[in-house]
């Protein structure tokens, strides 16, 4: 290679390093790259002059030649992600939206009374033992009503209290009228020893009023186990109460009736005027619902309970219409 040709491509890459950290923008830069490496470059123009040289001088103008395109080609690539980057940061910036509400000085946002409670009741079972399980919002019959002891002619299968789903055989699937379905799942895929709750939504065919609505919550509790008594129930629904609402309150247990628990009870606590309010229903879990369960009642014994969530809120919040819970009325949920 002749010291003619490696001075002008020494000088060629200077001035190249020089313009290239000169371009401000995408588009100048992809005329450079054009300029500096396209069919009328130096680089072109010198490979084309290789022809006539003998072969040593071929060899070593060919290296320094590849040598400074492989530098343009770096100078250009770096050159081109800083400006890309650049352009994508000034992009960012014009589309950017400030979502920031007005600084008062205060946390607006909190979870909502119905989480509050949700989270809190976990977080008393838990501390007591007990694991957290979910199952599906639409159920089929089996689950929701069959295996839970339900007669085919029970009033709770009526269209007027269920909200029957599109979906396979008239009468088939549903939205769960309560949490209960999850005990089933859970028997059917754990083996004892059980000691397990299942918050979670529901839904039935009511008209809103100030106790009611077709959209709810519940949180129900199942214990499966070898020598589970009744005593073991009252136990945990006092160690609850206390735990949920203050050691200064008790509560009571009364006969009562349910499909899937024998004997059943409704569960009460006592209200700082003497007077007793209905808070949940438990009972020892039915033998037909072990069964259904896959559960030998021969071996196993439990009992389970159910609770209105939203019952919950309103009681420990002193609110006394359940609607004010979903009307999303900040004024009425920042008490909270």
């Known amino acids: ?34 300029e500096l490496l396209g069919k009328a470059s130096v680089v072109i123009e010198a490979r ?8 040593e001088q071929r060899k070593d ?8 395109r492989a530098a343009l080609e770096h100078l250009l690539a770096e050159r081109r992600s ?21 600084d008062t000085g205060r946390r607006l946002g909190h979870r909502h009374v119905v989480t509050q409670t949700w989270e809190r009741l976990e977080d008393i079972f838990v501390g007591m033992g007990f694991t957290v399980a979910e199952g599906p919002e639409i159920e089929d ?17 009526d269209m007027y209290d269920t909200l029957y789903v599109d979906h396979g055989e008239p009468g088939s699937t549903l939205l769960r009228t309560h949490t209960s379905p999850v005990q089933i799942r859970v028997m059917e895929s754990t083996e ?26 519940q949180i129900e509790g199942l214990v499966v186990d070898r020598g589970i008594t009744f005593g073991d129930m009252a136990g945990t629904m006092d160690a609850f109460t206390k735990a ?12 009562s009736y349910f499909p899937f628990t024998e004997p059943s009870a409704e569960f009460d606590i006592l209200r700082d005027d003497g007077s007793w309010l209905e808070l949940a229903g438990c009972g020892m879990v039915h033998p037909s619902v072990l069964q259904a369960g896959g559960l030998d009642p021969e071996i196993w014994s439990g009992f389970a309970f159910g609770f209105g969530l939203d019952r919950l809120a309103l ?12 009307r999303n009325d900040h004024r009425f949920l920042s008490q909270f």
């Open 61 to 68: 103008a060919g290296r320094r030649l590849n040598e400074v």
């Open 48 to 55: 084309r002059g290789l022809a006539a040289m003998d072969a």
């Open 82 to 102: 800083t400006l890309e980057a650049e352009a994508r940061a000034v992009t960012l910036e014009a589309e950017r939206l400030d979502l920031t509400e007005l």
């Open 244 to 255: 949920y609402f203050g050691r200064e309150f008790t509560s009571r247990l009364r006969p």
């Open 192 to 217: 004892p020893p059980i000691y397990s709750i299942m918050p979670g939504r529901v839904f039935r065919s009511d008209t809103a009023d100030a106790t009611h609505m077709p959209v709810f919550h």
């Open 1 to 34: 290679m002749t010291s003619d040709l490696d001075q002008h491509l020494t000088r060629h890459l200077a001035e190249a390093t020089e313009a290239v950290a000169a371009v401000v923008d995408l588009d100048d830069l992809r005329a450079l790259d054009a």
């Open 141 to 157: 019959e089996w689950h929701n009503f069959g295996a839970l002891n339900f007669p085919p002619d029970h009033p709770a299968r």
């Open 315 to 326: 009681m420990r919040h002193g609110i006394d219409d359940l609607r004010e819970l979903f």
